[in-house]
Every structure is written in structure tokens, then in C-alpha cells.
């Protein structure tokens, strides 16, 4: 018999929301900063990935990465490769990594064709040594300008690369309102990439969520929370499947609703009731302290969703993949079957 953790970590997965630099492990973000020598001392090497009793952002830590730490396209290989071997470890089979070249590119110093080549070496290596599959979405810094992003997808366009699938938009949604990349996703989607975007995330409003969908033509949304605050567009959404990618672990809701209420409280726990398909990720799983295991974990115990409901999310995740539609149903069946298996391990029948 195994435990509903044991359960939480066999379960077959996919992770279609996690950062590539947020998913640096602790270990290598140390020795990574370390060896910069005058750069940093112990001191601000510990600090980098404090978490304090009220979480805080992590974005002060990718930072640091693309402007003090990274040096070359071998750093992007190890942080893809060791997060891969990671995630394998807890039952994910599938991942679709964002990683932002705007940042890389400008304050690392590494080219988008280098460091593409670099972390796709990295899925190679993973899928050989650990059987999980990778797929890449670079991802718009909203925090840049536009005209950046318009210069993110000509690399895209210039390097293709085959598993290099989407485009994403992320960084500090509060700044950066989906609008203002409409040429880039237009370029992007003309291109034949895949699209989706974090959009309602920091309690801004369902609005960002709307032109995501009607305006950069995205096919899953990242986060979305606030969606529920029109219930006109969560049942617009419902309707045509969107899948939205949710973190249990971080999101505006998470760092203010009061310490004994913010799973009670959380639009996570409503969103499945308002018929919309969501999916859990680990986001950052290192930097906030969590692993695919206790990701799902999260959604059971904290968020009080039933085994079944765990099932749906699964399957959620394979639909709202960026792989072709024949493998989605081959994946399904078999993750299906898995999860029976274990299910009657958790459960025996009577």
C-alpha cells in the first residue's frame, strides 16, 4: 500500500509551467554564484534564495542569473538537464519549459541560437538518461518593450529548431499588459508557434485574460485567476477548452490571503467547479520550495480535491500540451491506465 505522498509522486505527469532559470537547483545556484568570486559574497549567496514567512517574488533571483551569474550556454544545459532529471524522478514524463532570451541574450551575453542549441542538447541528454521529453517556449520579457519582443520571435523565426514549439509571455504582469505584444504573438502565430501567456496572475484584472484570448489568440493561459471575476468569460473559456496552467504555490493570492485561509480562499479551489480545466505546475519549484510530488500533493490536501479530480487534471495536462494530437491520445491511455493501477494500490477495491 503507498501513502496519498507515495501516490502524489508515482502519478504520470506532465509540467506545462515552469521556468527554466526558476528551476535552477539550490545547490547549483550557489556554486554558480559562488564562482564569481568578488561578485558575491556568502552572504548574498544565501540571501539570493531565502524564503521568509511571507513569500516574495522570485524575480530578484532570475535576475541575478541573467546579469551576475550565468556565463554560457553550458550553465542554461546544466540548469535543463538537472531540473529534467528532477522532475523525471517525480513522475513527469513530459515538460514545456519557458526560458527567456531577451535577458540571456542581453544582460548574460548569450545569443539565442547558443543558448537554444544548449538546453535542446540538455532535452536530448535528459530523454537518454532519464526517458522524460522536453519542449522549449521562449518567452517575452514584459518588462522589456515590445519592439524587444517583435525581435525575440525574428530569432525564433531565424533558428528553427523543432522543438522549439511556442511562445509565452511572463515576468511582472502588473507592468506589462498583454496589448502591447500583439505584433510579436501576430509574428509568432503566422510562424506556425504555439501560443500562451500568463495573464490574471498578480490580481490583475480578467481583462488581461480576455485580450490574451481575443487579441494574442493564445491556446492555454497561464495562471488566470481572475477569471472568475467575470463569469460571462470563465464560461466563454469553459466552452472552448481552455486548459489553464495553475501553481498552487505561487500566485498574488497566495502571498495575501491570511496564512489560515489562502487555500480556502483561493480561486484555484473554484475554478474547477466553474467547469474551466485547469492543470497544477511547480512554476519554480526549487526557489519555492516545492516538487512535482508536493505540487499535486497540494492540490489534494490543501485544496481539498478527491482522487478523481486529481484523474482530470492529469488528463488536463495532455490535452493542453503542445504535442501532436496523436500522441495525446496514445499518452492518455497510457497515463489512464497508470493511474488506475496506482489508484487501486492507494485503494483497494472491495
Known sequence: MM???????????????VHLLGAIRLPTLAEMAARQGAGYTPEEVDDLARRDAKPKGVLHI???????????????????????????AQGVRHAEIFWNP???????GIDYRAGADAILAAFDDARHDHGVSALLIPAIDREATPEDAVEMVDWMRAHRRGRIVGLGIDYRENDGPPEAFWKAYRLAKQAGFRLTAHAGEFGCHWRNIETALDLLEVERIDHGYTVLDNPALARRCAERGIVFTVVPTNSYYLRTLPPDRWAADHPIRRMPAAGLLVHPNT???PLHRVDPAGCWLSMARDFGFGLEDLRRFMLNGILGAFIPDDEKRGLAATFDAEYARLRAELEPTP
Open 3 to 17: 501513502d496519498l505522498a507515495a501516490f502524489c509522486r508515482a502519478i504520470p505527469k506532465v509540467e506545462l509551467h
Open 62 to 88: 532570475l535576475r541575478a542569473l541573467e546579469q551576475r551569474i550565468l556565463r554560457g550556454p553550458e550553465d542554461l544545459h546544466r540548469i535543463a538537464y538537472e531540473y529534467l532529471e528532477d522532475a523525471a
Open 102 to 108: 531577451t535577458g540571456t541574450a542581453r544582460d548574460a
Open 283 to 285: 512554476d519554480d519549484p
